[in-house]
């Protein structure tokens, strides 16, 4: 019997974690995980769960792995670039679509290059026949925000038809 892993730890470039080459991909973090899991012995199944950015890397996980997990955990998570770029920006002004944009191409707090990683997760297997469970509290996300509450707000439906349509790709899911 494994256990909970959950994909809030310092990765690479934050909190006390060593520097990587930037930008990274989402297919470098699971692959560092991956390792980390296994030099650390931590048997498996797992039951991953991941807020934010971890829970983009826990749906990759879950799909390059299958054989190690035994069920997903998604919150809020960053949602893959397209089709959230496709339908959101047109919903905000020419400085926020370049902001947007800049995001996705790696310009965060984990230099992310989230339109690579979108494609790995794109191309990957299959999501695994296991209980995946997609938890969202966009308006209370948006309101928690000091900055960007508008446009949070604004864009909240399309966020959440994108990660419906991402739930719907797991055969065993739930979105809440």
């Not at 973090?29 to 390792?35: A, G, R, Y």
């Not at 950015?53 to 998570?77: A, H």
């Not at 297997?125 to 928690?144: A, D, G, H, K, W």
Request: charged share 25%.
């Amino acid at each position: 019997m494994g256990g909970l892993i959950f994909i809030d730890h310092d990765r690479a470039n934050i909190g006390s974690s060593d520097a990587a080459p930037t930008p990274r991909t989402a297919a470098g973090v699971v692959s560092d995980l991956h390792q980390l899991l296994e030099t650390a012995d931590v048997p498996g199944p797992y039951v991953l769960a991941g807020y934010g950015n971890g829970g983009f890397f826990v749906q990759l996980y879950g799909r390059r792995y299958s054989d190690e997990v035994e069920g997903v955990v998604v919150m809020n998570p960053v949602a893959p670039a397209y089709p959230w770029l496709e339908r959101a920006l047109p919903l905000f002004d020419e400085q926020v679509r370049a902001e947007e944009r800049a995001y996705y191409r790696g310009n965060n707090d984990e230099h992310i290059d989230w339109l690579a990683s979108s494609k790995q997760l794109e191309n990957a297997p299959q999501p695994p026949s296991v209980p995946f469970e997609m938890l969202i509290s966009t308006e209370r996300e948006c309101l928690s925000m000091p900055e960007g509450r508008q446009l949070c707000l604004e864009s909240h439906e399309v966020y959440e038809q994108v990660t419906r349509e991402v739930t719907q790709q797991w055969p065993e899911s739930s979105y809440r």
